[in-house]
């Protein structure tokens, strides 16, 4: 192998909604490959909070989607992609302790209204689009150097 | 007593009883056992000492290093630290006063209750959330295990250690120093000894994690000593020795008693290594919210499920509750109820447990990620049944083993057997007996018509 050849690994999970069987797979696998890897334990857990949230949005408020990673050794680049409702205020959503989840997905101990805030928090880039009535997609990239 | 790095375990291997088999690779929650030429090897970086393969070998090839009774002799003095487990190994008309009292009678010169270091833990770990110096949520740093399962596997949660020696290190440190004082003896001329109901506890005691030297010499295992107990307890004939300790201190050998100790409400309690690892991945996730303590131990039912005990820890549980219960009534605090410990004005020493992150695929990311790539290649061409015959817990374990060079795809009984087959067919070509045969195979049919 090449010195300098700078390795990518992808990975892709398909999301439906409230498939509470499947929650939390992929930000799991996400977390042991990350970790496997030797990243930095903060750089580890930044991402899979992160992924683990964007994961969540799209099993409770969209119909399905899909959640895309790719890792190089410099950063790790996360795309959530889902077919649903879209938000129709962006900024709204952003805020802490905003949410729109009905009652039965609060009792299951979702719904704070803290998982987009918290993906900006922990991300080290952050882009969220959304169409209402068409779906939602977010970037998020954490850098694996010192964060 | 201050351990070299490179790593102790008490958990060993009976090189001689071990026929390879496969049963403890499958239950070791770190992955770190493998089966290598016919015999269990343990990776001495993963491992966290929690006994579970010692209870899943049918042949007992895996045992604790514990310390032998001739020890005792190295000492001028004498003093064992029962742990509450031990009092819920006899029977219910059998009390504590008499175990202790059935310690001496077997030799030691003196006892020290490890519940009463429990106590006091107990009690700084309250006035450390009192006075905000502890916010949650913080982990119990009792079980050693549990301990050594963050340090390896979830580093990050090491700062969420409890910063205190643990109760059986506290009692110890004060058994050591009262009677240094009562006798007027060098203190190392006292042998202080844990009696332990598990492994992780012996690996504390000669390889701390803390930052801190043990202050105990040497462990015997409860088992060891139960025999010798049991009959120290018929000599005593009834005659109890007096216990200090309180309910509280004794309840941390059973679940749910630390959390009642350093009472606070809001409280986790989680038992068995599984259910450890994932609540503590709950934890990382940060999903465990609100939650001031984390009461975690290895074994099934706390301590009283430890490998080293002798009756069912169920069985146990039971005992020891009722103990509790009768102990529960004593309520003078404990500087009353032992003056001469008030005078040590003794102070919790503080621990400080660093992270051992486990190896990853490659010291360079970037050599992980070539090896990642490559275990998955291998694995897709790996049956997928999880035999455990290659001597690695999963397929997955094996095509990583093998992207590092560790072990090679032949050790795959159902690939070795296809290369078998194939080379087979190669040798049967090259000799020709292929066409041969089949010239044969040919004259026959044809005859049959
Ligand atoms: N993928 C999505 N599709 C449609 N709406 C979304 C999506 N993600 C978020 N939202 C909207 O944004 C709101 C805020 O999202 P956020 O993740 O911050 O909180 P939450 O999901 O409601 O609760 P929590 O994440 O704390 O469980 C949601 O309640 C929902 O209305
Ligand atoms: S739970 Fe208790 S007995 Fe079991 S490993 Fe931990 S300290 Fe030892
Ligand atoms: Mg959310």
Redesign the interface.
């Known amino acids: 192998?090449e010195e300098n050849?700078?390795?990518?690994?992808s990975l892709q999970f398909e999301l439906k909604s409230h498939d509470f069987v499947q929650a939390g797979e992929a930000?799991?696998e996400i977390?042991r490959?990350l970790?496997?890897?030797?990243?930095a334990?903060?750089v580890v857990?930044r991402a899979?909070?992160a992924a683990?949230e964007a994961e969540m949005n799209v099993i409770i408020h969209a119909r399905r989607g899909r959640l895309q990673v790719e890792?190089?050794?410099r950063q790790i680049l996360i795309i959530a992609q889902d077919e649903g409702p879209g938000i129709s205020n962006i900024h709204q959503a952003m805020q802490e302790g905003f949410t729109t989840a009905p009652d039965m997905i609060r009792e299951l101990g979702f719904g704070a209204g803290m998982g987009l805030p918290?993906i900006r928090r922990f991300a080290d880039e952050f882009n969220i689009s959304s169409c209402a009535g068409e779906g939602t997609s977010l970037k998020i990239v954490i850098y694996?150097g010192e964060g | 007593m201050i351990s070299v790095r490179g790593y102790f375990h008490s958990v060993r291997l009976d090189r001689e009883k071990c026929t390879g088999c496969v049963n403890c690779i499958k239950k070791c929650p770190t992955e770190a056992i493998r089966v290598r030429h016919g015999k269990a090897e343990i990776n001495e970086q993963k491992c966290i000492d929690c006994g579970e393969c010692i209870g899943a070998c049918p042949r007992k090839a895996k045992y604790v290093e514990i310390d032998s009774l001739e020890l005792l002799n190295s000492y001028k003095y004498t003093i064992a630290l029962p742990p509450p487990s031990l009092y819920g190994q006899f029977p219910p008309s059998v009390t504590p006063g008499q175990i202790l009292a059935a310690l001496i009678d077997l030799g030691f010169d003196d006892v020290f209750e490890v519940a009463v270091g429990a106590e006091i833990v107990a009690a700084e770990t309250r006035r450390l959330f009192r006075t905000g110096e502890l916010k949650g949520p913080v982990i119990s740093s009792n079980c050693p295990a549990v301990v050594r399962l963050i340090q390896v596997r979830f580093p990050e949660l090491t700062k969420r250690i409890l910063p205190l020696d643990p109760p059986s290190e506290v009692a110890g440190r004060i058994a050591r120093q009262l009677k240094s004082r009562e006798l007027g003896m060098a203190e190392e001329d006292i042998g202080v000894f844990y009696l332990t109901p598990c492994a992780a506890k012996v690996t504390s005691i000669k390889a701390p994690e803390g930052g801190l030297p043990s202050y105990i010499d040497g462990a015997f295992s409860i088992q060891q000593l139960f025999p010798l107990i049991s009959r120290s307890l018929k000599n005593v004939q009834g005659r109890g020795r007096q216990q200090r300790a309180s309910g509280l201190g004794v309840g941390f050998g059973i679940p749910g008693g630390e959390v009642k100790a350093v009472g606070r409400e809001n409280s986790l309690i989680v038992e068995g290594i599984g259910n450890v690892d994932n609540a503590l991945e709950e934890l990382e996730m940060g999903h465990i919210e609100g939650i001031d303590y984390i009461e975690a131990k290895a074994c099934n039912g706390g301590c009283v499920g430890g490998i080293l005990n002798v009756v069912n820890g169920y069985v146990a549980q039971v005992r020891l509750e009722r103990i509790v219960r009768e102990l529960d009534q004593v309520h003078e605090p404990l500087e009353e109820r032992w003056p001469n410990l008030a005078q040590l004005n003794f102070k919790v020493p503080r621990i400080r447990v660093e992270p051992r992150p486990m190896q990853p695929l490659d010291s360079d990311i970037n050599g992980a990620m070539a090896k990642m790539v490559a275990a998955e290649g291998i694995l897709r061409t790996l049956p997928g049944l999880d035999c455990g015959a290659c001597g690695a817990p999963s397929c997955k374990a094996l095509a990583e083993d093998i992207a590092q060079g560790k072990s090679n795809a032949n050790s795959c009984i159902f690939i070795l057997r296809e290369r078998i087959m194939a080379l087979g067919m190669k040798v049967y070509n090259l000799a020709g007996i292929g066409t041969r045969m089949e010239e044969q195979r040919g004259d026959k049919e044809e005859g049959e018509e």
């Open positions: 192998m050849f700078e390795q990518t690994i930000s799991s977390r490959r970790k496997k890897l030797g990243f334990s903060d857990r899979a909070i683990y890792i190089t050794p918290n694996a």
